[in-house]
């Protein structure tokens, strides 16, 4: 059974760099699939952030690009985003999850997501 | 402003039949498939729906989704109690070349 499971810093200074990782068990990242990170303000919606392949071709959401970069360790079995240059609006829970859309399907599974709030 | 529209709420009465509506453009529900969400309050979301209308391994066939033309709809029957969730439908965009999601639905069930 896949299981997902994001660590990183819960608080985060205005200007700084969020950095998140995943750590993936019961699935070998280096075997396939692409993953990725979604985050979700409190109480709103979701918002897709990227997707990284174990090869470590990524598509980032185009309105985050240019502070996101997502990368892989397949030694470790665990992947990374990190966001620069943090605003309060960036405040949200974090996920990350398996992204199967190269198979006609969506996100499964997820973890269960830890929050970042960014304030001095 | 969420690219693919829902409705912010949907109720229902135990035992009813509730549909939640998710419209989109030629980008993305257009063409490619759809899937649904479910997130329990305090939780994080999971897959109910895939490729338009295929089910999990695990969910109830209470659950049905459909896609017509650049909309898509995600039915449930038989409402029970523990169906009050938020529900998300999502899309691959090829322009944006990502995901991108519904503003959500808050199913309540009175």
């Known amino acids: 059974q896949v299981h997902l499971q994001e660590s990183g810093p819960g608080l985060v200074k205005p200007s700084e760099t969020l950095s998140l990782t995943c750590n993936v068990s019961g699935y070998f990242i280096s075997s396939g699939y692409y993953w990725g990170w979604i985050r979700q303000p409190p109480g709103k919606g979701l918002e897709w952030i990227g997707i990284i392949y174990h090869s470590g071709k990524t598509y980032y959401n185009p309105s985050l690009k240019s502070r996101v970069t997502i990368s892989v360790d397949t030694s470790k079995n665990q992947f990374s985003l990190k966001l620069s240059s943090v605003t309060a609006a960036d405040t949200a829970v974090y996920y990350c999850a398996r992204d199967l859309s190269s198979y006609g399907s969506g996100n499964d599974p997820w973890g269960q997501g830890t929050l970042v709030t960014v304030s001095s | 402003q969420s690219v693919l529209t829902q409705p912010p709420s949907a109720s229902g009465t135990p035992g009813q039949r509730v549909t939640i509506s998710c419209s989109g453009s030629s980008s993305n529900i257009g063409s490619n498939t759809v899937n649904w969400y479910q997130q329990l309050p305090g939780t994080a979301p999971k897959l109910l729906i895939y490729?338009?209308?295929q089910r999990p391994s695990g969910v109830p066939d209470r659950f049905s989704g459909s896609r017509s033309g650049t909309s898509a709809s995600l039915a449930v029957s038989g409402l029970q109690s523990e169906d009050e969730a938020d529900y998300y439908c999502a899309a691959w965009d090829g322009s944006l070349n990502g995901w991108v999601f519904g503003g959500g639905t808050k199913l309540t069930v009175l």
């Open positions: 490729g338009n209308s």
